[in-house]
């Protein structure tokens, strides 16, 4: 396969019923011992900068913002030189009819691993409600 550096991200969007508070599910989405329950083996932070760890390999992202019980968004620190385009973001969505809580996940992946990267936060997110104990 050709090495294609102008290939831009698509960016793709997914909601996950969660039966949780948003304050709750807040605090799993920002603070290190949070993260490390279901994102990541371990989270480690500084101010705003993030390292995950996975089996021996880590990765750091910049926590771009964030407001309580609503959303954090973080960036990846990679070496690439169009990572300040994108993001990931995990935003705490309740219906205001049901008061049924949602996340909604914003990231973005190469075109073909789009469907991969679906299912890999369907993994992330199934841990998530797990440690929550939501079916």
Sequence with gaps: MPFLSDMSKTQFEIEFVIQASPQLLYQYMHTPSGLSEWFADNVNARTEKY??????????????????????????????????????????????????????????????????????WESQIGSLKQVLGSS
């Design 51 to 120: 390292t995950f760890f996975w089996d021996g390999s880590e990765e750091e992202a910049l926590l771009l913002r964030k407001k309580a019980n609503e959303f954090v968004r973080f960036r990846w620190l990679t070496d690439e030189d169009d990572q300040d385009d994108y993001f990931f973001e995990m935003r705490i969505v309740v219906d205001e009819i049901t008061k049924d809580v949602s996340v909604v996940v914003i990231d973005f992946s190469d075109e073909d691993e789009v469907d991969e990267a679906k299912m890999l």
